[in-house]
């Protein structure tokens, strides 16, 4: 039998992010193209006799209600096999930034449980639909992706290599639900650029300069709202010529440069603004 299984869970940003309406079910329909960087945390996950979740450092997350638990629940119900593992979260990726820290340890579980149960006729996609809306992405293994729907479905497209990110992060936190339910009808503009960035994905013609005007996101004018922060590190950083842009629900900017040297020299650049500002690789 298996004993541990240990993955990374990278984080992810939105470099286009669309609302295109909303469902029923209170949930909003989503077109947006995912890409992963090059910061993750790391889930190991080991049979056990029950469920125990340690996240090191502790994030505050709700004991027993965190999405890893969850995740673990869901493949049981799944399975039909108790809901019992250890699972040790080395956090990296902050948490309710727009980076989908939680969601991606979530889908790092899902795929765990998969092989220590052995259990490769589960459709993993489906699971994690249930965790939550951006888990199936990670669950996929896509390092970019046009994703859709609610979150659940995920066309993957081809990695652009040599992609380089400038990650700003923020004390703030934002919860995902507060910002949806912030958003107007005239938000809503970013869904011809998601289309352009997919097209450009497929047909291997992506560039720092075509991802940049077309870094557009719905979720940024309710954030902005929810915190007027996120909009003062945008015009700082816009005076000296780096366009940012929302990853998610945010707080977290990004900005996509030329090549790994204009990277290490935006994040200086913006470093010396006091933002907190980190090079990245994308699809890492
Ligand atoms: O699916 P998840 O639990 O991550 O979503 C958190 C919250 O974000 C939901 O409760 C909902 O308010 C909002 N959301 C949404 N439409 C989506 C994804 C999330 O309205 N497609």
């Not at 889908?107 to 765990?112: F, H, L, P, T």
């Not at 149960?117 to 589960?122: I, M, N, T």
Request: glycine share 8%; proline share 5%.
């Amino acid at each position: 039998m298996t004993r541990a299984v240990t993955l990374l869970a990278p984080a992810k940003i939105n470099l286009a992010l669309a609302v295109t309406g909303k469902r029923a079910d209170g949930y909003h329909e989503l077109r947006s193209v995912f890409a992963t960087i090059d910061l993750a945390d790391r889930v190991r996950v080991a049979p056990d006799r029950r469920l125990e979740v340690r996240i090191a450092p502790d994030v505050g997350a709700p004991r027993g209600d965190d999405l890893a638990s969850r995740a673990v629940r869901a493949m049981a119900a799944a399975t039909g096999h108790d809901a019992t593992a250890f699972v040790h979260i080395r956090k990296r990726v902050p948490v309710a930034a727009g980076l989908g820290g939680g969601s991606s340890d979530a889908g790092a579980v899902i795929r765990a449980l998969a092989t220590i149960w052995r259990r490769d006729d589960v459709d993993l996609v489906a699971v994690a639909a249930r965790v939550g809306s951006d888990v199936p992405f990670f669950v996929s293994g896509a390092r970019v992706a046009l994703v859709s729907g609610r979150g659940e479905r995920v066309d993957q497209l081809p990695d652009p290599t040599g992609m380089h990110v400038v990650i700003v992060r923020s004390r703030a936190r934002l919860s995902t639900a507060d910002v949806f339910a912030e958003l107007r009808s005239d938000d809503r503009g970013a869904a011809a650029s998601v289309d352009v960035l997919r097209d450009a994905f497929a047909r291997r013609s992506v560039t720092p300069q075509l991802l940049r005007d077309n870094a557009r996101n719905d979720l940024l004018a309710p954030a902005v709202r929810l915190c007027p922060e996120i909009a003062e590190a945008r015009s700082h950083a816009a005076q000296r010529g780096v366009p940012l842009s929302l990853s998610g629900s945010g707080p977290t900017l990004f900005t996509v440069a030329d090549d790994r040297r204009d990277a290490l020299r935006i994040a200086r650049t913006l470093r010396r603004m006091g933002l907190t500002a980190h090079a990245h690789t994308m699809a890492g």
